[in-house]
């Protein structure tokens, strides 16, 4: 039995999956000392050292699933729209998007031709994989891509975005629909290459309303979604203080919702029925240990030991992370995290 893949789809399983968003690196020692320095494209361009981060932490953590070691902007950079990710910054771009022009900028994702190396790595990590440890591709979501192609830089406020978006709405339709296609590219290509479920990043939808959200988003992510669906692999749909958005982000079509840390567990009853994935604050993580096992139980606890659940932190794994906690969440998480 899998236990993460049955509790995607909601189906009858043993005890409560866990994996940790960012589990592949940054608070790894293993990870520092064979990353070196450079952007993270570098590495992900090498599929012996793409595939060994993905591998880490199973081998540490003994998580129910593994997620791929890539970034969002994969596929943006591999068409060449200038697109690196600065070490401490986050993804920047050399000439951001800004009007029609650009769009010609965008063109189609041929991922054996654009992304080998991400199809190498799958390969690779799936052959190493225990069979019941399954690999999660992902993808960035159209609104948190365009996020970064528009700012030139991760952003607080998203201005220059939402000037866009409300301000040329048909321009802003055409960006989201090419970001879509390079989305739907990339997660087919690592579907087809092994990755057995997937996770659309919308990290930052939170920053919209729900009018904004329903108008100018929600569109692009269910083509994407339904554009993978015939591959029969679960997906998984993530934004972070996202907790006015999840009963639309749920119409977009995916198995699985991510709740961040700021959303209670028994939001579930109040949209349609999802698995739920979620949600330890990651800060948790650096408290005493008996806070975080307190902490961890409550989460189980208000998972209602239902079988559409998994367990995550609402967030990515902060660097700083000791990893000896990591692991003791997990043993924790397989103990006690029993489904009805």
């Given at each position: 039995?899998?236990?993460?893949?049955?509790?995607?789809?909601?189906?009858?399983?043993?005890?409560?999956?866990?994996?940790?968003?960012?589990?592949?690196?940054?608070?790894?020692?293993?990870?520092?000392?064979?990353?070196?320095?450079?952007?993270?494209?570098?590495?992900?361009?090498?599929?012996?050292?793409?595939?060994?981060?993905?591998?880490?932490?199973?081998?540490?953590?003994?998580?129910?699933?593994?997620?791929?070691?890539?970034?969002?902007?994969?596929?943006?950079?591999?068409?060449?729209?200038?697109?690196?990710?600065a070490p401490g910054t986050g993804p920047v771009v050399a000439r951001p998007f800004a009007s029609k022009a650009d769009l010609d900028r965008l063109r189609p994702l041929d991922a054996a031709r654009d992304t080998p190396y991400v199809i190498d790595a799958i390969n690779a990590i799936v052959d190493e994989l225990p069979d019941d440890v399954p690999l999660i591709g992902f993808a960035g979501a159209p609104f948190t891509v365009a996020s970064y192609l528009v700012e030139g830089r991760p952003s607080r406020d998203y201005v220059k975005t939402k000037a866009l978006m409300l301000g040329e709405p048909d321009l802003w339709r055409a960006l989201m629909d090419k970001l879509a296609?390079?989305?739907?590219?990339?997660?087919?290509?690592?579907?087809?290459?092994?990755?057995?479920?997937?996770?659309?990043?919308?990290?930052?939808?939170?920053?919209?309303?729900?009018?904004?959200?329903?108008?100018?988003?929600?569109?692009?992510?269910?083509?994407?979604?339904?554009?993978?669906?015939?591959?029969?692999?679960?997906?998984?749909?993530?934004?972070?203080?996202?907790?006015?958005?999840?009963?639309?982000?749920?119409?977009?079509?995916?198995?699985?919702?991510?709740?961040?840390?700021?959303?209670?567990?028994?939001?579930?009853?109040?949209?349609?029925?999802?698995?739920?994935?979620?949600?330890?604050?990651?800060?948790?993580?650096?408290?005493?240990?008996?806070?975080?096992?307190?902490?961890?139980?409550?989460?189980?606890?208000?998972?209602?030991?239902?079988?559409?659940?998994?367990?995550?932190?609402?967030?990515?794994?902060?660097?700083?992370?000791?990893?000896?906690?990591?692991?003791?969440?997990?043993?924790?998480?397989?103990?006690?995290?029993?489904?009805?």
């Open positions: 039995m899998n236990n993460f893949l049955a509790a995607c789809r909601s189906e009858p399983h043993d005890r409560v999956p866990v994996w940790f968003m960012r589990q592949a690196g940054r608070s790894l020692p293993e990870y520092r000392a064979l990353r070196g320095d450079g952007s993270i494209l570098d590495a992900i361009r090498d599929p012996k050292l793409a595939a060994e981060f993905t591998l880490q932490p199973v081998r540490r953590y003994g998580v129910d699933a593994a997620i791929l070691y890539s970034d969002i902007v994969v596929p943006v950079a591999a068409i060449g729209f200038g697109v690196d990710v296609d390079l989305a739907v590219a990339s997660l087919r290509s690592q579907i087809e290459a092994g990755a057995r479920a997937v996770q659309l990043f919308d990290s930052w939808a939170g920053a919209l309303t729900i009018a904004q959200y329903v108008e100018h988003v929600l569109p692009a992510s269910t083509k994407v979604f339904a554009a993978i669906a015939d591959l029969g692999v679960p997906r998984i749909h993530f934004g972070v203080n996202t907790t006015n958005l999840l009963p639309f982000m749920a119409e977009a079509g995916a198995e699985v919702l991510g709740f961040d840390w700021r959303t209670p567990l028994t939001l579930r009853h109040t949209i349609r029925p999802v698995a739920v994935q979620g949600n330890l604050d990651p800060a948790v993580c650096f408290a005493p240990w008996p806070v975080v096992e307190r902490e961890v139980r409550l989460v189980l606890s208000e998972s209602e030991g239902a079988p559409g659940y998994i367990f995550n932190l609402g967030h990515g794994v902060m660097p700083e992370t000791d990893p000896a906690v990591l692991a003791r969440i997990v043993d924790l998480v397989h103990a006690e995290g029993r489904v009805a």
